[in-house]
T-cell receptor, first 116, second 115 residues
Framework: AQSVSQHNHHVILSEAASLELGCNYS??????LFWYVQYPGQHLQLLLK??????LVKGIKGFEAEFIKSKFSFNLRKPSVQWSDTAEYFC??????????????FGTGTKLQVIP | DVKVTQSSRYLVKRTGEKVFLECVQD?????MFWYRQDPGLGLRLIYF???????EKGDIPEGYSVSREKKERFSLILESASTNQTSMYLC??????????????FGNGTRLTVT
């Protein structure tokens, strides 16, 4: 069965600091990887995704993530955070289930608080 | 733009009641999902469906059932609500035709309190 680990539960940064959120997954087959973000009071929305090709993917609002297959990792980065990045971030793995259908597993989330 | 609508934003039910949570999507998506979101536990998959009348157990199906009679509607049923089912419930949908690449589109969630 697939699983996702996010090791940072709560991160506090000052504005303009650099961000890196860790995500590791376990699954033996082909995966697609996602980062979702949930701003306070809003629904979850897609930040970025990886499915093939260049392992460095860019998303909205200046976020990027790097897929390192050998490390089973998909860490999220942003060079300079803003107060508006305060949110909860979820890493997700989309692996094909035993019946050939899509099964999406999420990590436990990382709450990012950016201090002005 | 995809819209996933959950019928209730807040719900308060008593222990032992049968509870229905409804979700409707308007983009003809094949896949639909029910998650519950709890602090420190992230999103946990309860059930999902990849076609009408098809359903698959997720990671925590105990105490829940689902119904998908029409493509656009996916219902989560709590047969006999218990206090440990107090949670935020999230519905999501995605396209199946693009295989594994399809991202999930989420509703705003239903916060269920069981007293």
């Amino acid at each position: 069965a697939q699983s996702v680990s996010q090791h940072n539960h709560h991160v506090i940064l000052s504005e303009a600091a650099s961000l890196e959120l860790g995500c590791n997954y376990s699954y033996g087959g082909t995966v697609n990887l996602f980062w979702y973000v949930q701003y306070p009071g809003q629904h979850l929305q897609l930040l970025l995704k990886y499915f093939s090709g260049d392992p460095l993917v860019k998303g909205i609002k200046g976020f990027e993530a790097e897929f390192i297959k050998s490390k089973f990792s998909f860490n999220l980065r942003k060079p300079s955070v803003q107060w508006s990045d305060t949110a909860e971030y979820f890493c997700a793995v989309n692996a094909r289930g035993s019946g050939g259908y899509q099964k999406v597993t999420f990590g436990t989330g990382t709450k990012l608080q950016v201090i002005p | 733009d995809v819209k996933v609508t959950q019928s209730s934003r807040y719900l308060v039910k008593r222990t032992g009641e049968k509870v229905f949570l409804e979700c409707v999507q308007d983009m003809d998506h094949e896949n639909m999902f029910w998650y519950r979101q709890d602090p420190g536990l992230g999103l946990r998959l309860i059930y999902f469906s990849y076609d009408v009348k098809m359903k698959e157990k997720g990671d925590i199906p105990e105490g829940y059932s689902v119904s998908r009679e029409k493509k656009e509607r996916f219902s989560l049923i709590l047969e006999s609500a218990s206090t440990n089912q107090t949670s935020m419930y999230l519905c999501a949908s995605s396209l199946r035709k693009t295989g594994q690449n399809s991202p999930l589109h989420f509703g705003n969630g239903t916060r269920l309190t069981v007293t």
